[in-house]
C-alpha cells in the first residue's frame, strides 16, 4: 500500500501589483519556524514549498505551485490542514484569495469557506496523480522521525 502522497496545486493569481506582492510575499515567507512548527506537529508532511510560476513575457508572476508529499489520502491530508493547522489552512487561503479566476459566486469571505469548498477547490487544482509519485521508501514521517529523532 502506498503510504506517501502527492499535492501539486496550480493556482493563477490575478495580475494586479497587490496580487503579485502577495504571492512573493507568500513565497518568501514560506519556509519560516512558524510554518515549519505546524508542519510537524502534523506529523504527516514530507516536503512542502511553493514555487512562482513567471509570466510567459518574463514579467511578474503567473500562478502559484504549492508542491507537497505526504502521508495518508488526499481527504485525511486536507482535513488535518482544514481542522487542526490554522497556520497552514490560513496560507492556502491566502493563496485561495489570490486565484484569478474565481466563479462569480464564489466565497470572498474566508470564513464562508467551508471544508468542502476548500477541499474541492485544492482537489480541483491538483495536477498530480497517486500514480505519477515515485518514493524510494515507505516509511511514513512518523516512523521516520522516531527512528532518526535523537533522544
Given at each position: 500500500?502506498q503510504t506517501?502522497?502527492p499535492l501539486?496545486?496550480?493556482?493563477?493569481?490575478y495580475q494586479?501589483?497587490e496580487a503579485q506582492?502577495t504571492?512573493?510575499?507568500?513565497?518568501?515567507?514560506?519556509n519560516n519556524?512558524l510554518?515549519?512548527?505546524?508542519l510537524?506537529?502534523?506529523?504527516?508532511?514530507?516536503?512542502?514549498?511553493?514555487?512562482?510560476?513567471?509570466?510567459?513575457n518574463g514579467k511578474g508572476?503567473a500562478g502559484i505551485?504549492?508542491?507537497t508529499?505526504f502521508?495518508g489520502?488526499?481527504?485525511?491530508?486536507?482535513?488535518?490542514?482544514?481542522?487542526n493547522?490554522p497556520t497552514?489552512?490560513?496560507?492556502?487561503?491566502g493563496?485561495?484569495s489570490?486565484w484569478?479566476?474565481?466563479?462569480?459566486?464564489?466565497?470572498?469571505?474566508?470564513?464562508?469557506?467551508?471544508?468542502?469548498?476548500?477541499?474541492?477547490?485544492?482537489?480541483?487544482r491538483n495536477?498530480?496523480q497517486v500514480k505519477?509519485?515515485?518514493y524510494?521508501y515507505?516509511q511514513?514521517?512518523?516512523?521516520?522521525v522516531?527512528?532518526?529523532?535523537k533522544?
Amino acid at each position: 500500500m502506498q503510504t506517501v502522497n502527492p499535492l501539486t496545486m496550480y493556482v493563477p493569481i490575478y495580475q494586479t501589483d497587490e496580487a503579485q506582492a502577495t504571492a512573493q510575499a507568500a513565497y518568501q515567507n514560506f519556509n519560516n519556524p512558524l510554518t515549519k512548527a505546524a508542519l510537524d506537529k502534523m506529523a504527516i508532511v514530507h516536503y512542502a514549498r511553493i514555487a512562482l510560476v513567471p509570466n510567459t513575457n518574463g514579467k511578474g508572476i503567473a500562478g502559484i505551485l504549492v508542491i507537497t508529499e505526504f502521508d495518508g489520502n488526499m481527504n485525511s491530508y486536507l482535513e488535518a490542514f482544514y481542522n487542526n493547522s490554522p497556520t497552514i489552512k490560513a496560507a492556502f487561503l491566502g493563496v485561495i484569495s489570490l486565484w484569478a479566476n474565481k466563479p462569480a459566486d464564489f466565497p470572498t469571505d474566508p470564513k464562508d469557506i467551508t471544508y468542502t469548498i476548500f477541499s474541492n477547490f485544492i482537489n480541483e487544482r491538483n495536477v498530480s496523480q497517486v500514480k505519477d509519485l515515485y518514493y524510494a521508501y515507505p516509511q511514513s514521517v512518523k516512523q521516520i522521525v522516531a527512528k532518526f529523532s535523537k533522544k
